[in-house]
């Protein structure tokens, strides 16, 4: 598919599912892309590489189904039980409490197996699942019980006729996990492929020095594929996907406008910012961007809003001592205050950092100071899909949000046609004087002035447009 093929098939994909028994991964993106999740009884491959997430995604459909009073089997033959439920509790995964209650059960099988006690084990599986009412079932890994078998023709028979046939017997959903090593193309022995019902595969590569993690679906019986790469993140709760084609923001104007904290501005913007629209505020280094975004948060605090203040680019401290030059330092403490470090961080990471911010705070005023820093940290493809991302998130969650930029609002097109608000600020030298001016380029949903006006500072450093 083109990339305009998979946007159009991501866009359209609920339209084309039919109802069947599906069966949730547990991950929105994922079933999204599979018209609901896996077909019930279905066997899947997931195929990856060392450290890409294979274990926590299995664990994922395994809890999904645990909500949903699904219980769960999950096969260890690579790591002790005591470790990996510590591993998973750090992730969030409270597996114990499913345990207790005969919901989960872990049977761990750590010693190489022949031929003769891979069927064992497989009858122990299937008995416990019958026993105990499982639904789903995860097998880490499929690529140590292959270890001992001779030759891909006793894989193959041990796969299709034994294994997979009893897990379908069993009426269990099952994810079989094959370690792929680093530059490897073929997947497990090149048996598996040809005899699972799908196939996921995780990648983990570097960027930049940084992780990059991605799941693809590689097949998939009586579904139809987009072949998107997506990027992945891990994190408390498990993985989340995000899509390569982030859309265009959506979402209603609101009627309410919120005052940005200068009076003369409101007047350009036709009463202020309208609420839950996304600015952005463009100039040059020394213009007053800065400043300007000081005080629409702190307009927020006066009016007791929540408001948060992000920078990329300045220490908290430094921001609230910038900030004791406007305002009280009651007013300047009732501002969320935090300095967002990106080194280390991926792209997708950062996003997902800002969402869980937003849910567990509920700002009603966010401003991003700096977003040009990003450019410089990852680079222009990833700079303009995190721009785009962010700027979802926040039409998503209903935040009237401000971002600041370095740059000429009228050659950065991309950052133009994502805001709802625009607002050019211009610094020029008129003989021994700078001249700072201000001007909106547009104002979703209401009649601006076409008209420049020029900024003041006070010696405090509040931020004034001429009336």
Known sequence: MSNQEQVDYLINSEQACVEEQIVSTGIELLDKELCGGFLKGQSILLAGNPGSGKTIFGVQFLVDGLQKGEPGIFVGLVEPKEDFMKYMWHLGFYLEEYETKNQFLFIESLTAMDPAELNLLVDKIVNSALKMGAKRIVIDSLTAMEIDFSSRKEIRAFLHNRLLRALKKANLTAIA???????????????????????????VKKEK??????????????????????????????????????????????????????????????????????????GPSGSGKTQLSYNYVLEGAQRDELSLYVSFEESEDQIRKNMLGIASSDLVYDVLVISQGIMGQTPYKLVETQRGLISRVKPKRIVLDGIKS??????????????????????????????????????????????????????????????????????????????????????????????
């Open 374 to 467: 990003l450019n410089r940290m990852y680079g222009e493809e990833y700079y303009q899909m995190l721009v785009r991302s962010l700027a979802n998130l926040y039409k998503e969650t209903k935040v009237t949000a401000v971002m600041t930029a370095i740059g000429d609002v009228f050659k950065e097109s991309e950052l133009a046609t994502l805001a709802d608000n625009l607002v050019c600020l211009d610094l020029r030298k008129d003989g021994n004087h700078f001249v700072r001016e201000i001007g909106v380029v547009k104002a979703r949903g209401t009649k601006i002035s076409d008209e420049l006006k020029t900024i003041y500072f006070s010696e405090g450093g509040k931020l004034y447009v001429d009336q």
């Open 177 to 203: 996990i094959v370690d792929v090593p680093y530059g490897e193309e073929k997947i497990g022995s090149g048996i598996e492929e040809f005899v699972f019902d799908g196939i996921l595969q995780l990648t």
């Open 209 to 282: 020095g940084l992780p990059r993690r991605q799941l693809t679906v590689k097949k998939f019986r009586a579904k139809e594929l987009s072949f998107v790469d997506y990027d992945l993140i891990i994190g408390l709760g498990g993985i989340v996907l995000i899509s390569p084609f982030a859309s265009n923001p959506s979402g209603t104007v609101g009627d309410l406008f919120l005052s940005t904290g200068i009076e003369g501005l409101d007047d350009l913007l036709g009463g202020g910012f309208r609420e839950g629209t996304l600015s952005i505020i463009m």
